[in-house]
T-cell receptor, first 113, second 114 residues
Framework: DVKVTQSSRYLVKRTGEKVFLECVQDMDHENMFWYRQDPGLGLRLIYFSYDVKMKEKGDIPEGYSVSREKKERFSLILESASTNQTSMYLC????????????FGPGTRLTVT | AQSVTQLDSQVPVFEEAPVELRCNYSSSVSVYLFWYVQYPNQGLQLLLKYLSGSTLVKGINGFEAEFNKSQTSFHLRKPSVHISDTAEYFCAVSLNQAGTALIFGKGTTLSVSS
């Protein structure tokens, strides 16, 4: 059974803190993605990674960075959290190839106070 | 630029009624089409996808969708909904280009009441 796990379901951080969101997949997928989900805006792509150590900016990369040192793990980093980064963050993975579906983790609801 | 438009942000229906959730896309290249469902406090789960072939695609939980290339639409339908179908539904496209992620619509909230 395919699985994408995220390190936390709920997270509360203070403004200015450095925040790490971790995502792990056990399907040996090449591609991994980070989205944020906000009411009325749907899912917006932050960053994605084709393969280990490869990354591409998505639609809203400002204020975020990513790291992919191992194939199964893709980390999203908020260098200095701000209140406008309060959101639901969803990680996904996909086998290489545009016809394959993306598998999603359960999400991390991040609140920045 | 490519985009996905879900024409209804909220769709309230009664149990056992039919439902259609509408999705239009715009793209200058060919696309692959997906519908995902998100139940409360969960991640997204694939309902169905269209890659090629028959334009009528059947998915899980009794849902189906029809690809209409001339109208650039991919509407989702179910002939009789249940309370348990209450969720948010997302239409997405994958461009037939290397190095692209799914592009999602803004979602449609389906609320089924008795």
């Amino acid at each position: 059974d395919v699985k994408v796990t995220q390190s936390s379901r709920y997270l509360v951080k203070r403004t200015g803190e450095k925040v790490f969101l971790e995502c792990v997949q056990d399907m040996d997928h090449e591609n991994m993605f980070w989205y944020r989900q906000d009411p009325g805006l749907g899912l917006r792509l932050i960053y994605f990674s084709y393969d280990v150590k490869m990354k591409e900016k998505g639609d809203i990369p400002e204020g975020y960075s990513v790291s992919r040192e191992k194939k199964e793990r893709f980390s999203l980093i908020l260098e200095s959290a701000s209140t406008n980064q309060t959101s639901m963050y969803l990680c996904a993975s996909r086998r290489e190839g545009r016809t394959y579906e993306q598998y999603f983790g359960p999400g991390t609801r991040l609140t920045v106070t | 630029a490519q985009s996905v438009t879900q024409l209804d942000s909220q769709v309230p229906v009664f149990e056992e009624a039919p439902v259609e959730l509408r999705c239009n896309y715009s793209s200058s290249v060919s696309v692959y089409l997906f519908w995902y469902v998100q139940y409360p406090n969960q991640g997204l789960q694939l309902l169905l996808k269209y890659l090629s072939g028959s334009t009528l695609v059947k998915g899980i939980n009794g849902f189906e969708a029809e690809f209409n290339k001339s109208q650039t639409s991919f509407h989702l339908r179910k002939p009789s909904v249940h309370i348990s179908d209450t969720a948010e539904y997302f239409c997405a496209v994958s461009l037939n280009q290397a190095g692209t992620a799914l592009i999602f619509g803004k979602g449609t909230t389906l609320s089924v009441s008795s």
